[in-house]
Structure formats: structure tokens, C-alpha cells
């Protein structure tokens, strides 16, 4: 069976970066067993021999109506599927799905009937956002960093922009590479509307969002942008907590060497 990557440079090479990213994060030790997700917007990378290709499973329900992803494409990582599998074969472990005219439905198109993750309204919800912001942002990444999630589980750090500030100061390039921060979800029940709600809000002011207990959920210009924003804030993450193993509280950049920062680079403030 021919795959849809044969004869198509620009799709291949947006997969090949999507397995590249799976590896990463299994290397990272952040994506356990079949944990975390990767839904990327692969529709300006689609040309009308693709669109022309028929569906290889039935109908599928979103559960929820999103106009601004009609006609649109998307690679996603498949339900139940591991991310280091997919990091060596990213089109048995993934698929490619068509948004169909209802905008409440989809079709796999490709490479094999994998169905997508259980996640996949939530991360459909926040593409079609994108969309209707005029975002240039395509890819959404979950996955679980292992420092991030332990810092999560004191109370002290989940107060508004509390821990952006702290892993901002942990080293100069956190900030430089996520300038917006890192938001919070309270803990709610993984895969629910609550959950997708919660994340979308927080969305709208930061490109990488905590979910408590649980992991990040980061958007990006690509996947590899998604994946070094949470990179970074992991470092900091890092930097923190050998800190603390080592028996003192760092230190950190000052609210004037941030301020510096900012000014020098040309950050949001």
C-alpha cells in the first residue's frame, strides 16, 4: 500500500519532525507506556491529490461542532499508541484525518484506519480556535515532563504566574523562549470538556499550560516549537530542584535582571 508521504515532500517532512518530537519526549521520560498526545494542522500541506483520496474508516464524531475546521487536515497520534513507537513509525501510529462539512465529524484518510486519541476534541477545539484568531500556531503537544508535574503537586506553586516567575529566573533563555510563561489548570478529570474548557481559557494568555498533577499541554508554531517551549520551562524545572537537592534555595534572577531582560530582547512584557 502506497503511503500518503510518497510524492508529497512537505507532509513527509512535517511527519518526519512529529516522529522526531515522539522521540524526544520519550527520551525525556515524559511519555510512559501509551502517555501523552500530538495533533498537528497539516492542511496548507495538503494538495488535491490528497483531498481527492477516499476515507478508509467510517464516520467519526468529534462530539462537538467546530466550524472553523471545516475542510481542514490533521495528523494525530493514534489512541493507545506509544510515543517511541511512533517515533519509528509515525504512519502505523498515527493518521491523517479529514474535518469533514458538518465541522462536527471526520474521516481517516491515511495511512492506516489508526483511530486518533481520546483527546482529540480538545485538541480540535483549540486548533479551531488558532484558526479563528488568525494564529499562525499549527501544533498541539501533551505530554507529562517529570519536574514540571512534581512541582505541581505543592499549592505554593499553582498561585497565578507564581511558577513562571520562579522558572524565568532559574536561567536567562526560559524567559527569551517562553516569553508568555507557563499557566495553570487545577487538577480536573484528564480527557474531560471541564479539562479542555479550563485549558482553552488559559490559552488565550500562554502558549504552555500546567494541568495539576497531570502535565502540559503546549502550542506551537510547529511541533518542534511546542516541544522547546516545554523544554526550556523543564530546564528551569531541573535547575530548581537540584537546587533544593543540594540543600539551599536559589537564588534566581532578580525582578531588575528580568526587567533587563525583557527589555533587552524585546519580550511581552
Given amino acids: 500500500m502506497k503511503s500518503i508521504l510518497e510524492g508529497h515532500s512537505a507532509l513527509k517532512a512535517e511527519v518526519e519532525k512529529i516522529a522526531e518530537v515522539a522521540g524526544y519526549l520519550w527520551q525525556n521520560g515524559w511519555a510512559e507506556r501509551n502517555g501523552g498526545n500530538i495533533t498537528v494542522n497539516v492542511t496548507d500541506l495538503v494538495d488535491d491529490e490528497i483531498r481527492q483520496l477516499p476515507a478508509i474508516s467510517e464516520v467519526k464524531q468529534i462530539g462537538v461542532s467546530l466550524p472553523a475546521l471545516k475542510g481542514c487536515y490533521f495528523y494525530c497520534k493514534g489512541t493507545g499508541k506509544r510515543m517511541r513507537d511512533l517515533a519509528r513509525w509515525p504512519m502505523d501510529n498515527g493518521s491523517v484525518i479529514r474535518i469533514l462539512d458538518d465541522c462536527a465529524s471526520y474521516v481517516i484518510i491515511a495511512d ?13 477545539t483549540v486548533h479551531a480556535s488558532l484558526i479563528e484568531k488568525g494564529s499562525p500556531y499549527k501544533a498541539t503537544v501533551h505530554t507529562h515532563p517529570i519536574e514540571l508535574v512534581a512541582m505541581s503537586h505543592s499549592k505554593k506553586f499553582l ?13 536567562p533563555e526560559t524567559k527569551a523562549f517562553c516569553p508568555l510563561g507557563l499557566g495553570i489548570v487545577p487538577y480536573t478529570l484528564p480527557g474531560s470538556n471541564a479539562l479542555a474548557e479550563a485549558t482553552l481559557k488559559e490559552l488565550e494568555d500562554y502558549d504552555v499550560v500546567m494541568w495539576e498533577k497531570h502535565g502540559v499541554f503546549a502550542k506551537g508554531l510547529d511541533v518542534m516549537d511546542a516541544f522547546d517551549q516545554i523544554d526550556v520551562l523543564s530546564k528551569s524545572a531541573k535547575i530548581y530542584i537540584n537546587a533544593k537537592a543540594m540543600g539551599f534555595e536559589p537564588d534566581g534572577m532578580s525582578d531588575e535582571q528580568l526587567a533587563e531582560m525583557t527589555l533587552a530582547f524585546s519580550l511581552p512584557k
Fill in 112 to 124: 492506516h484506519p489508526v483511530m486518533p486519541t481520546s483527546e482529540l476534541p480538545s485538541h480540535l
Fill in 159 to 171: 498561585g497565578k504566574d507564581v511558577l513562571t516567575k520562579l522558572l524565568w529566573s532559574m536561567i
